[in-house]
C-alpha cells in the first residue's frame, strides 16, 4: 500500500491493519534535519521539498506539506518579509490601519507574487519528486488569520469588538486570495489543504458564529468542489468551538493537547479524521521511552477511528531525531 492509498483509506475509515497514519507537522525541525536553515526553507521551495522528503523517508511519515510560516498570502498583499535564519519569517509592516485601506487591496494575482508561486511550485516539485504515492498537502492562511496578518492582532481584536463592517470587508478580500491560492496548490498537485486558523481559539463562540464558521464553511466546500481534502489546524484550546466545527466538513481536524480527544469524538461524530493531541514541549523534552508510551496510548485507543497521529502542533526544532522516531514506532500495530 502507498502513502497516498493509505491516506484514500483513513478518510474512507478503513483501517489500516499495519499502522496508524502518522502525519507530524514539521517545518524548522525538518530544515534542521536535512541541515539547512529556517530561512531558507520558508524562502525557496526547493529546499522546503527537498527537507519533507528527507525526514518522511527517514522517519516514515505518511505525508507531506507546503507548511512554512503564515506570511504568504501577506507578502502578497504588499506586506514587507523578512527571513530570519534560524527562525519564522517577519511581517515588517501592517497593510491595513483603516478602512481605507481595507478599500484600497486589490486581489493580488498568486501566480505573479513571489512568495505565494514559490509554493505553488513546490507542489509541483512534490509531484515531480513523488509521482502521485505520497499525499501532499498544500496550506493557507483562514480569514481570521490572514486579517490580522495584516492588521495586527490587537487591532483586529479590537475591530471584532467595534467595528464589523471594516471586519466583514477585510476578510471578505481574505476570502477572494484563500480560494485562489487554494486552487492554483489544487491545480499543482495537492491533494490536501491545510486551513491554519490559530487565533480562532483565543475567541468566543459568538464571535467566531459571527465573522469566521460561514467563511470557513464556504472555504472548505470551495476546496472540496476543486477536487481536494481540508485539514482544519487552530492551534489551542479549542474545546469552546467543537459544536461548530461539527458543521464545517472538514476531513480532518486537528487538536491540540488542550483538548480531550473523547469529548471531541463525541461532538464531531465519527466521519471526521482526528489528528493529535500530544503536547510538542513533551515530544521535545521526555525520555524516548515516555514519548512512545504516550503516543501508543493514543494508538491503542484510536486505531480502529478515523485518526492520525501526530503532536497537537508543530514538532519543534530542538526535539531530538529518536524522540520523533519513537512517535513513529509507537504507530506500529504490530
Known amino acids: ?15 489500516n491493519p ?6 507530524p507537522i514539521l517545518m524548522h525541525f525538518a530544515a534542521r534535519f ?13 529546499t522546503l521539498v527537498e527537507s519533507n522528503i528527507r525526514a518522511m523517508e527517514h522517519f516514515d511519515t505518511d505525508m507531506v506539506s507546503l507548511i512554512s510560516d503564515p506570511y504568504r498570502e501577506t507578502s502578497a498583499f504588499g506586506a514587507r518579509i523578512e527571513y530570519v535564519e534560524e527562525g519564522v519569517p517577519r511581517c515588517m509592516n501592517h497593510v491595513v490601519n483603516s478602512m481605507d485601506d481595507v478599500k484600497a487591496l486589490s486581489d493580488p494575482d498568486v501566480y505573479k507574487c513571489e512568495r505565494t508561486l514559490d509554493r505553488i511550485k513546490g507542489a509541483e516539485y512534490f509531484q515531480k ?8 498537502s498544500g496550506w493557507i492562511e483562514g480569514p481570521l488569520a490572514e486579517a490580522c496578518d495584516l492588521s495586527g492582532v490587537s487591532e483586529m481584536m479590537v475591530w471584532l469588538m467595534t467595528d464589523p463592517d471594516l471586519v466583514n470587508r477585510l476578510m471578505d478580500k481574505c476570502m477572494v486570495t484563500a480560494k485562489n491560492f487554494a486552487k492554483a496548490q489544487i491545480d499543482a498537485g495537492c491533494d490536501l489543504i491545510g486551513i491554519g486558523d490559530a487565533i480562532c481559539s483565543q475567541i468566543d463562540p459568538l464571535t467566531y458564529d459571527t465573522y469566521v ?35 464545517l466538513k472538514a476531513d480532518i481536524i486537528d487538536l491540540d493537547w488542550q483538548v480531550d480527544m473523547d469529548h471531541a469524538r463525541h461532538i464531531l461524530g465519527n466521519d471526521t479524521v482526528l489528528g493529535g493531541n500530544i503536547n510538542p514541549v513533551l515530544v521535545q523534552n521526555k525520555p524516548e ?18 485518526y492520525l497521529l501526530a503532536a497537537g502542533c508543530e514538532i519543534t526544532v530542538l526535539t531530538l531525531p529518536e524522540n520523533l522516531m519513537a512517535m513513529r514506532k ?4 504490530q
Open 129 to 136: 519528486l513523488l509521482k502521485g504515492n505520497v499525499p501532499v
Open 18 to 23: 499495519d499502522r496508524v497514519f502518522f502525519r
Open 289 to 306: 521511552k515516555e514519548v512512545h508510551d504516550l503516543s501508543k496510548a493514543l494508538v491503542d485507543l484510536y486505531k480502529d477511528q478515523k
Open 330 to 333: 509507537a504507530s506500529y500495530l
Open 1 to 15: 500500500m502507498t502513502k497516498k492509498q493509505h491516506y484514500d483509506s483513513l478518510l474512507k475509515g478503513e483501517p
Open 213 to 247: 464558521k460561514q467563511r470557513h464553511i464556504e472555504l472548505i466546500s470551495f476546496i472540496h468542489d476543486c477536487g481536494a481534502t481540508v485539514k482544519l489546524h487552530i492551534c489551542g484550546d479549542t474545546t469552546h468551538l467543537l459544536e461548530a466545527f461539527r458543521d
Open 34 to 46: 536535512n541541515n539547512t536553515t529556517y530561512g531558507k526553507f520558508a524562502s525557496d521551495y526547493k
